[in-house]
């Protein structure tokens, strides 16, 4: 069976520093790998995607994540951050063609100081 | 214009009622979902329909039953409420093609049973 998981579950940061949020996962085959965003009241939509190609993918409001095979790994980074970025943040795994089957972390919840 | 639109936002009931949640796409999706998150931010898939048939049914009790009138449309019956449905239920959509496992979320319907 899939897994995920996110190592923090509460992040604070002060403005300008720079983030990384863990993701790493259990899966036996292909994986698309995804993080999620929920800004606060709000849906979540999506930061970025891997489906394949370069492991750096770059995302919306400079938010990029790294995708490291052999570490089952799939990080989100931002080199600073600023107090708009506090919101949950959730990665998700799942085969390729079949968003039904994509498992979700349980979510970093991200406190931007100003 | 919302792209995936769910109604109401705010559902407060007592337990043993019954309620309906509506979820509308506009993107043109073959695949519509429900998840449901609970209070640990823990988000779950409950259904997936595909052109209006049944192609995931996680376990979930059978007093939930979703209903597609047509590929734009997928709602969300309760039957008698029960204190631990109170939570956040997501609709969402998906298309096929290499583009199938992105998910466009809306923006949840917080359902309260007293």
């Known amino acids: 069976a899939q897994s995920v998981s996110q190592h923090n579950h509460h992040v604070i940061l002060s403005e300008a520093a720079s983030l990384e949020l863990g993701c790493n996962y259990s899966y036996g085959g292909t994986v698309n790998l995804f993080w999620y965003v929920q800004y606060p009241g709000q849906h979540l939509q999506l930061l970025l995607k891997y489906f394949s190609g370069d492991p750096l993918v770059k995302g919306i409001k400079g938010f990029e994540a790294e995708f490291i095979k052999s570490k089952f790994s799939f990080n989100l980074r931002k080199p600073s951050v600023q107090w708009s970025d506090t919101a949950e943040y959730f990665c998700a795994v799942g085969p390729p063609g079949n968003a039904g089957k994509s498992t979700f972390g349980d979510g970093t919840t991200l406190t931007v100081k100003p | 214009d919302t792209a995936v639109s769910q109604t109401p936002k705010y559902l407060v009931t007592q337990m043993g009622n019954d309620k309906s949640i509506k979820c509308e796409q506009n993107l043109g999706h073959d695949t519509m979902y429900w998840y449901k998150q609970d209070s640990k931010k823990f988000l779950k898939i409950m259904f997936s329909y595909n052109n209006k048939e049944l192609i995931i049914n996680e376990t979930v009790p059978n007093r939930f039953s979703p209903k597609s009138p047509d590929k734009a449309h997928l709602n969300l019956h309760i039957n008698s409420l029960e204190l631990g449905d109170s939570a956040v239920y997501f609709c969402?959509?998906?298309?096929?093609?290499?583009?199938?496992?992105?998910?466009?979320f809306g923006a949840g319907s917080r359902l309260t049973v007293l």
């Open positions: 969402a959509s998906s298309h096929g093609g290499s583009g199938a496992n992105v998910l466009t």
